[in-house]
Nanobody, 119 residues
Framework: QVQLVESGGGLVQPGGSLRLSCAAS????????MGWYRQGPAPGSQRELV?????????NYNVAVKGRFTISADSAKNTVYLQMSTLKPEDTAVYYC???????????WGQGTQVTVSS
C-alpha cells in the first residue's frame, strides 16, 4: 500500500520560512519522480506544480517560487522536502506531495498540508 504523508505546514508571517516533508512508503523511491504541488484558496484554483525532483537529483521549479523554494530528497529515508523561504501571502495554499512512476507514470498523492502566510 502506497502512502505519502506530508507534514510541516502551518501559519507563518510574510518573509518567514517553513520546511515541508513528505514521507513515502510502499514505493521504490528511486523509481519515482517526486514533486510538490499546491492549490490556493480562491474558488476555482487549479492545483499547480511547485517543484519536482528526479531520482537523479534533477530539479524543476515553478517560476513563482524559483530562488525562494528548494526541493530535496533523502533516499535513505524515502523522504522529499520543500524548504520554503521569503514566503509571501500568495504562497498560501494546500501543498500536496506527488509520486510519479518513471516506469508507467502511475501517480500517487498525499493528503495535503496547509500553509498559510499572513501577518
Amino acid at each position: 500500500q502506497v502512502q505519502l504523508v506530508e507534514s510541516g505546514g502551518g501559519l507563518v508571517q510574510p518573509g518567514g520560512s517553513l520546511r515541508l516533508s513528505c514521507a513515502a512508503s510502499g514505493i521504490t523511491f528511486s523509481l519515482y519522480t517526486m514533486g510538490w504541488y499546491r492549490q490556493g484558496p480562491a474558488p476555482g484554483s487549479q492545483r499547480e506544480l511547485v517543484a519536482t525532483i528526479t531520482s537523479g537529483g534533477n530539479t524543476n521549479y515553478n517560476v513563482a517560487v524559483k530562488g525562494r523554494f528548494t526541493i530535496s530528497a533523502d533516499s535513505a529515508k524515502n523522504t522529499v522536502y520543500l524548504q520554503m523561504s521569503t514566503l509571501k501571502p500568495e504562497d498560501t495554499a494546500v501543498y500536496y506531495c506527488r509520486a510519479i512512476s518513471i516506469q508507467n507514470l502511475r501517480t500517487y498523492w498525499g493528503q495535503g498540508t496547509q500553509v498559510t502566510v499572513s501577518s
